[in-house]
């Protein structure tokens, strides 16, 4: 296992450690550059590599089980809850304090109860679940690991949050269903998704098969340097102290309960238990950061929560291992 996580967090530390060198070199326009690069065009070239190349591989045993899809969506919706009744409380909280002149509960901006909740809901259940799973649960569950994976990322980043973003990026007169369902509607990574799913059986050139490949791994590089330079843009530790909540919600709090459900309610074998448990419980995802950049939301925030959620990572791995393993 630790041969597995050196593996999954090198690229993440090298490229985010680079962000933090580079940020003072770059024009403060870069990150926004970067994000809008990145939703536009970065990863729906990856979703259109990946969705064209899912059933080959080490995968190539997925089934149609539809457990996975029904455990992924019921976990989106408790992260959704649970996070809305934390803002909830911290509302009160804070108008509580504020009607006796204290300040040590500050209320949330709009804009960051977006990113208090695109980073407990959302989790990078691809490039760090998928790099881990393998080594901890057996093939079935593996199966279960990767359609979760799959089903977290169309539905997840590129459903709930486009809406989560649209919906915090605007003002309550500005809201309605229907704009926040155009905003879907024109996600470019949910059609670069349906065109490579699509296009399946479709012989591509040489040339254009391998860079569409390559794409994954310069995508995945470019998404960890705007967190890189996104915490170097940090001012002070007030994001930093802030994250924690999100943090573990995302990998404690959140996963606790899928694992309580599917050990105890479901009755599943137990390194399936521990694969659901897993991919519920990844940091924070690097998607929240893009759509963050892209709908002007709290950045810092986000970007603070990846980082806090990834070391909360590397100490909770073992409790899930040994409850749920």
Not at 75 to 85: A, Y
Not at 122 to 139: E, H, K, Y
Not at 260 to 279: D, R
Request: aromatic share 10%; proline share 5%; with cysteine.
């Amino acid at each position: 296992m630790t041969d597995t996580l050196f593996q999954a967090y090198t690229p993440l530390i090298i490229w985010i450690g680079l962000g933090l060198l580079v940020c003072r070199l770059l024009p403060k326009s870069f990150s926004k550059i970067l994000g809008r690069g990145l939703y536009w065009v970065g990863v729906p070239l990856e979703l259109i590599a990946l969705s064209r190349h899912g059933n080959s591989g080490q995968y190539q045993a997925i089934n149609t089980s539809v457990l996975a899809p029904v455990i992924t969506v019921g976990t989106l919706i408790i992260g959704l809850l649970v996070t809305l009744s934390v803002i909830w409380i911290w509302k009160l909280l804070a108008n509580q304090q504020k009607s006796e002149h204290d300040s040590k509960i500050q209320p949330l901006s709009r804009v960051s109860e977006g990113s208090f909740l695109l980073a407990a809901v959302l989790g990078n259940t691809g490039f760090v679940g998928l790099a881990i799973a393998p080594s901890l649960v057996d093939a079935n569950a593996l199966n279960l690991a990767v359609i979760f994976s799959i089903t977290h990322n169309v539905i997840g980043p590129f459903g709930l949050g486009v809406w989560i973003a649209s919906y915090y990026s605007h003002t309550q007169q500005q809201n309605n269903f229907l704009t926040q369902l155009r905003d879907i509607l024109i996600v470019p990574p949910l059609w670069a998704f349906i065109f490579g799913y699509f296009t399946r059986s479709l012989k591509l050139p040489d040339a254009v098969e391998i860079g569409l490949q390559q794409s994954i791994g310069i995508v995945i590089a470019c998404a960890f340097l705007l967190i890189g330079i996104r915490l170097a843009q940090l001012q002070g530790w007030k994001s930093l102290k802030l994250a924690l909540i999100p943090a573990t919600l995302r990998v404690i709090i959140i996963p606790l309960l899928v694992g309580i459900f599917t050990k105890f309610v479901l009755k599943l074998p137990a390194s399936s238990s521990l694969a659901m448990v897993l991919m519920s419980g990844m940091p924070s995802a690097f998607l929240g950061l893009i759509l963050a950049e892209e709908y002007n939301l709290d950045r810092d925030l986000i970007a603070s929560s990846i980082l806090v959620s990834t070391i909360l990572l590397l100490f909770v791995l073992p409790l899930w291992i040994f409850l749920f393993g």
